[in-house]
């Protein structure tokens, strides 16, 4: 093995023991929501307002039982804005109904979408607009709520005087290797937003989750609003940016036991549904800088492979403690890292074999946006060099 190679598989093997010492580490520091408000004493009365917002784009499937949950809530000053954004199947009629059958939800139906704008980021900015709460939820229509999760989240925020909370919801998935691929996108999530850190005291970091960001309606005041995000396809990072810019305290908690959503079907639903999203925040639309992350990240995914391979095969010591290690930090990682069942474990372990369909993902995402000059979403086309000007998150 040269040197060039050998300096190439101990550096690797290395970021390999940072990787997974910085996700053990962010997993212990991460809060559940149930387990901290359950520390907390009650709030005094009254309770504060919220305003739920939510776009719905051909949601029929899911939308129904997802907004009966959040009518189903123990919270007692409840408003759901939901936006139908010019949906062609049942979303509209259903909105409807459910609007006539419960005043707290307003419908708000788009027939047409204006120029330089994504759609989802129009419909939530027809939500605030309309919103009368104290406190504001952006939300997606196929998120489903446990009964108290609206109040243990209110509970959280007045106590630990925030303005912002982000939300990791539980997922449904259909299949096992559907849940190796998007266990892998999550620890990805973890390690490039830095998530852990954002609790911390004066922290400089941002997170956002589309699934659930609460926000404190004066702190969205101080912030431009959607017009800034408006042709930002990670609009749930683009929110959270942007409080952090206005000087919200943002915080960030798992909540796998109190939201589920069905997010992907399958996992080649999940190559269609991440197109838009992994070509612009890690390359910013560049063909160059994805190769290199590519690059780099089949390179660190090789590295103890092949340090295995040849500590055995030459007998070298140096070699096969530096696979050594990073398989038993694997292992670890795997076993102390899991919300779920512990027999779920085995998913986390494949977390490298995940981790290389995600670059596979970052390959077709950014060949597609290349090819079309722009990217595809829910029907409409949008320009690459308008998505490039309207960029806000990058990482």
Known sequence: MTILVATCVVVCCTLWLMIYGYLIWSHARLPLLQRQVAKLPPLPQPWPTLSVIIPACNEAEHLETALRSLLAQDYPALELIVVNDRSTDATGAILDALARQDARVRAVHI????????????????????ASGDWL?????????SPAALRQAITYVQHQHVDHLALLPGMLLQSFWL???????AQLFLLFTRAAEVNQPHSRRYIGVGAFNLVRAAAWQRTPGFEWLRLEPGDDMGLGLMLQRAGAVSH???ATEDLSVPWYPSVGAMFRGLEKNLFGPGAQYQWWRLLLQVAGLWLLLGAPLLALWYGVSHF??????????????????AW????????????????????????????????????????????????????????????
């Not at 010591?317 to 990682?333: E, G, K, P, R, T």
């Not at 000059?373 to 949008?382: L, M, N, S």
Request: glycine share 8%; aromatic share 12%; charged share 15%.
């Open 336 to 395: 102390v890292c899991t919300y779920e069942r512990r027999s779920e474990s085995i998913r986390l372990l494949l977390f490298p074999l995940g981790l290389l369909v995600i670059t596979l993902m970052m390959l077709r995402a950014g060949y597609k946006c290349l090819r079309n000059g722009g990217i595809e979403w829910r029907g409409t086309h949008y320009p690459l060099a308008q998505l490039r000007q309207g960029q806000r998150v990058k990482f």
């Open 179 to 185: 849940d190796v691929c998007v266990r892998a996108f």
């Open 252 to 254: 960030f908690a798992i």
């Open 137 to 145: 939820l952006f939300s997606d229509a196929d998120v489903h709520f």
């Open 111 to 130: 027939d047409a979408l204006p120029a330089g704008w994504l759609g989802k980021v129009h419909a939530q900015h027809q939500g605030v607009q309309r």
């Open 316 to 333: 070298a010591w140096l070699y096969l403690v530096a696979a050594s290690c990073v398989f038993v930090l694997q292992l670890i990682f």
